[in-house]
Protein backbone atom coordinates (compact mmCIF):
# COMPACT_ATOMS: atom_id res chain seq x y z
CA UNK A 1 0.00 0.00 0.00
CA UNK A 2 3.23 2.70 0.62
CA UNK A 3 4.48 1.74 -2.56
CA UNK A 4 1.00 1.96 -4.41
CA UNK A 5 1.54 5.72 -2.82
CA UNK A 6 -2.02 4.47 -0.74
CA UNK A 7 -0.72 4.86 2.61
CA UNK A 8 2.10 8.11 3.79
CA UNK A 9 5.63 6.26 3.63
CA UNK A 10 6.02 7.57 7.01
CA UNK A 11 2.70 6.13 8.50
CA UNK A 12 3.77 3.73 11.24
CA UNK A 13 2.06 0.28 10.94
CA UNK A 14 1.46 -1.69 13.54
CA UNK A 15 0.01 -5.25 12.42
CA UNK A 16 -2.80 -7.40 14.65
CA UNK A 17 -3.05 -10.65 14.60
CA UNK A 18 -5.86 -13.30 16.92
CA UNK A 19 -5.87 -16.40 17.56
CA UNK A 20 -6.85 -19.04 19.77
CA UNK A 21 -4.78 -21.94 21.66
CA UNK A 22 -5.24 -24.25 19.05
CA UNK A 23 -4.55 -22.03 16.02
CA UNK A 24 -1.55 -20.94 18.22
CA UNK A 25 -0.26 -23.67 20.22
CA UNK A 26 -0.92 -26.04 17.21
CA UNK A 27 -1.43 -25.51 13.91
CA UNK A 28 0.35 -22.37 13.45
CA UNK A 29 3.41 -22.14 15.64
CA UNK A 30 5.21 -22.59 12.97
CA UNK A 31 3.79 -19.23 10.93
CA UNK A 32 4.47 -17.64 14.66
CA UNK A 33 7.73 -18.31 15.06
CA UNK A 34 9.07 -18.09 11.75
CA UNK A 35 7.27 -14.12 12.06
CA UNK A 36 8.85 -13.26 15.17
CA UNK A 37 12.10 -14.28 14.70
CA UNK A 38 12.23 -12.22 11.31
CA UNK A 39 11.24 -9.61 13.83
CA UNK A 40 7.93 -8.16 11.76
CA UNK A 41 6.26 -5.65 13.40
CA UNK A 42 3.25 -7.10 14.90
CA UNK A 43 0.83 -8.00 17.72
CA UNK A 44 -0.17 -11.05 18.15
CA UNK A 45 -3.02 -12.02 20.81
CA UNK A 46 -3.89 -15.78 21.67
CA UNK A 47 -7.15 -15.94 23.60
CA UNK A 48 -6.44 -19.02 25.65
CA UNK A 49 -9.33 -21.17 26.04
CA UNK A 50 -7.59 -24.57 26.95
CA UNK A 51 -8.98 -26.45 24.04
CA UNK A 52 -10.22 -26.51 20.33
CA UNK A 53 -13.99 -25.30 21.69
CA UNK A 54 -15.13 -24.06 18.04
CA UNK A 55 -14.78 -27.39 16.76
CA UNK A 56 -16.17 -30.32 19.56
CA UNK A 57 -14.03 -29.50 23.13
CA UNK A 58 -10.64 -31.17 21.34
CA UNK A 59 -7.79 -31.93 23.10
CA UNK A 60 -4.68 -28.98 22.55
CA UNK A 61 -1.46 -28.56 24.02
CA UNK A 62 -2.56 -25.77 26.27
CA UNK A 63 -5.26 -27.90 27.76
CA UNK A 64 -4.51 -28.71 31.54
CA UNK A 65 -3.49 -32.61 32.58
CA UNK A 66 -5.98 -34.26 33.92
CA UNK A 67 -8.79 -32.00 31.76
CA UNK A 68 -11.69 -33.90 29.98
CA UNK A 69 -12.08 -33.26 26.64
CA UNK A 70 -13.96 -35.21 23.20
CA UNK A 71 -10.42 -36.52 22.43
CA UNK A 72 -8.91 -36.77 26.51
CA UNK A 73 -12.12 -38.33 27.80
CA UNK A 74 -12.11 -39.25 31.35
CA UNK A 75 -13.12 -42.97 32.16
CA UNK A 76 -11.54 -46.00 33.20
CA UNK A 77 -8.55 -45.80 30.85
CA UNK A 78 -7.51 -42.75 31.24
CA UNK A 79 -8.19 -39.75 33.57
CA UNK A 80 -8.54 -37.07 31.13
CA UNK A 81 -5.48 -35.11 29.28
CA UNK A 82 -2.19 -37.29 30.24
CA UNK A 83 0.37 -34.56 29.38
CA UNK A 84 0.97 -31.64 31.33
CA UNK A 85 0.33 -27.64 29.24
CA UNK A 86 2.91 -26.59 26.64
CA UNK A 87 3.93 -23.01 28.47
CA UNK A 88 3.77 -21.00 24.81
CA UNK A 89 4.59 -17.99 26.54
CA UNK A 90 7.78 -18.86 27.54
CA UNK A 91 8.61 -20.37 23.86
CA UNK A 92 7.53 -16.76 22.69
CA UNK A 93 10.31 -15.57 25.01
CA UNK A 94 13.02 -17.77 23.89
CA UNK A 95 12.65 -15.71 20.82
CA UNK A 96 13.90 -12.57 22.38
CA UNK A 97 11.16 -10.34 21.13
CA UNK A 98 10.73 -6.87 22.82
CA UNK A 99 7.74 -7.47 24.39
CA UNK A 100 5.74 -10.94 25.79
CA UNK A 101 3.11 -11.39 28.59
CA UNK A 102 0.34 -13.14 30.44
CA UNK A 103 -3.04 -11.33 31.53
CA UNK A 104 -6.20 -12.41 32.09
CA UNK A 105 -9.64 -10.23 31.36
CA UNK A 106 -10.50 -10.20 35.31
CA UNK A 107 -7.52 -7.86 35.82
CA UNK A 108 -8.32 -5.28 32.87
CA UNK A 109 -6.15 -2.52 34.25
CA UNK A 110 -3.20 -5.24 34.09
CA UNK A 111 -4.02 -6.27 30.80
CA UNK A 112 -4.39 -2.80 29.69
CA UNK A 113 -1.29 -1.61 30.56
CA UNK A 114 -0.07 -4.84 28.80
CA UNK A 115 -1.40 -4.39 25.13
CA UNK A 116 -0.09 -0.67 25.72
CA UNK A 117 3.02 -2.14 25.62
CA UNK A 118 2.58 -4.53 23.30
CA UNK A 119 1.67 -1.52 20.66
CA UNK A 120 4.23 1.08 21.82
CA UNK A 121 7.05 -1.49 21.11
CA UNK A 122 9.31 -1.67 18.30
CA UNK A 123 8.99 -4.82 16.76
CA UNK A 124 6.74 -8.33 17.26
CA UNK A 125 4.90 -8.40 20.85
CA UNK A 126 3.15 -11.08 22.39
CA UNK A 127 -0.12 -11.68 24.77
CA UNK A 128 -1.39 -15.06 25.87
CA UNK A 129 -4.66 -13.97 27.96
CA UNK A 130 -6.47 -16.89 29.32
CA UNK A 131 -10.31 -16.84 28.52
CA UNK A 132 -13.11 -19.09 30.15
CA UNK A 133 -15.07 -21.45 28.48
CA UNK A 134 -18.12 -22.67 29.60
CA UNK A 135 -18.97 -24.94 26.57
CA UNK A 136 -16.09 -26.42 27.23
CA UNK A 137 -14.91 -25.73 31.20
CA UNK A 138 -18.65 -26.77 32.21
CA UNK A 139 -18.80 -23.73 34.40
CA UNK A 140 -21.89 -21.32 34.07
CA UNK A 141 -21.38 -17.94 32.04
CA UNK A 142 -21.71 -15.59 34.77
CA UNK A 143 -19.00 -16.97 36.87
CA UNK A 144 -16.42 -16.82 33.64
CA UNK A 145 -14.56 -13.67 35.47
CA UNK A 146 -14.63 -15.69 38.72
CA UNK A 147 -12.85 -18.64 36.77
CA UNK A 148 -10.14 -16.32 35.35
CA UNK A 149 -9.91 -14.54 38.86
CA UNK A 150 -9.11 -17.94 40.29
CA UNK A 151 -6.81 -19.44 37.64
CA UNK A 152 -4.48 -16.21 38.60
CA UNK A 153 -4.97 -16.22 42.33
CA UNK A 154 -3.63 -20.22 42.27
CA UNK A 155 -1.05 -19.33 40.22
CA UNK A 156 -2.11 -21.97 37.26
CA UNK A 157 -1.82 -18.78 35.23
CA UNK A 158 1.11 -16.55 36.70
CA UNK A 159 0.59 -12.85 35.43
CA UNK A 160 3.88 -11.43 34.07
CA UNK A 161 5.57 -9.61 31.40
CA UNK A 162 9.26 -9.74 29.49
CA UNK A 163 10.33 -6.38 28.37
CA UNK A 164 13.33 -6.10 26.52
CA UNK A 165 14.60 -9.10 27.99
CA UNK A 166 13.94 -8.35 31.91
CA UNK A 167 10.79 -10.49 33.69
CA UNK A 168 8.51 -9.00 35.74
CA UNK A 169 5.41 -10.65 37.90
CA UNK A 170 2.96 -8.22 37.44
CA UNK A 171 0.29 -9.60 40.42
CA UNK A 172 1.48 -11.42 43.06
CA UNK A 173 -1.59 -13.52 45.00
CA UNK A 174 -1.71 -12.08 49.16
CA UNK A 175 -2.46 -15.86 50.07
CA UNK A 176 -2.04 -18.26 46.89
CA UNK A 177 -4.51 -20.70 46.83
CA UNK A 178 -4.92 -24.32 45.96
CA UNK A 179 -5.27 -24.97 42.40
CA UNK A 180 -8.07 -27.36 43.45
CA UNK A 181 -10.20 -24.05 44.09
CA UNK A 182 -9.99 -23.38 40.55
CA UNK A 183 -10.68 -27.07 39.37
CA UNK A 184 -13.57 -27.72 41.41
CA UNK A 185 -15.77 -24.83 39.61
CA UNK A 186 -15.28 -26.93 36.14
CA UNK A 187 -16.85 -30.00 35.69
CA UNK A 188 -13.90 -31.20 32.87
CA UNK A 189 -12.35 -32.03 36.02
CA UNK A 190 -15.17 -33.39 38.13
CA UNK A 191 -13.65 -36.74 37.86
CA UNK A 192 -9.99 -35.87 39.35
CA UNK A 193 -12.23 -35.62 42.92
CA UNK A 194 -11.96 -39.24 43.26
CA UNK A 195 -9.95 -40.66 45.72
CA UNK A 196 -8.57 -42.82 42.47
CA UNK A 197 -7.13 -40.05 41.07
CA UNK A 198 -6.14 -37.56 43.94
CA UNK A 199 -2.97 -38.06 42.72
CA UNK A 200 -3.35 -36.20 39.51
CA UNK A 201 -4.26 -33.31 41.71
CA UNK A 202 -1.51 -33.59 43.72
CA UNK A 203 1.18 -33.50 40.98
CA UNK A 204 -1.05 -30.75 39.11
CA UNK A 205 -0.30 -28.76 42.37
CA UNK A 206 3.56 -29.68 42.77
CA UNK A 207 3.52 -28.41 39.08
CA UNK A 208 1.97 -24.91 39.65
CA UNK A 209 4.30 -24.95 42.92
CA UNK A 210 7.59 -25.24 41.51
CA UNK A 211 6.90 -22.98 38.07
CA UNK A 212 5.77 -19.89 40.77
CA UNK A 213 8.63 -20.15 42.35
CA UNK A 214 10.52 -19.99 39.22
CA UNK A 215 9.06 -16.89 38.31
CA UNK A 216 9.85 -15.39 41.74
CA UNK A 217 13.44 -16.27 41.59
CA UNK A 218 13.26 -14.71 38.22
CA UNK A 219 11.49 -11.69 39.22
CA UNK A 220 13.17 -8.31 38.01
CA UNK A 221 15.88 -9.84 36.16
CA UNK A 222 17.26 -9.85 32.72
CA UNK A 223 16.70 -13.19 31.11
CA UNK A 224 18.19 -12.76 27.50
Not at 77 to 95: F, P, Q
Not at 205 to 215: G, P, T, Y
Request: aromatic share 10%; charged share 25%; proline share 5%.
Amino acid sequence: MKKKGKIAQDKDIKFLAIGGDGGTYDIGLQALSGALERGHNFVYVCYDNGAYMNTGIQRSSATPMGAATTTSPAGTEHAGKKEWRKDLTRIVIAHNIPYAAQASPHNWKDLEKKAAKAFGCDGPAFLNIISPCPLGWYTKPEDSIEAARLAVDTCYWPLYEVENGVLKVTYKPKEKRPVEDWLKIQGRFKHLFSPENRWLLDETQKRIDIEWARLQELDGKRIF
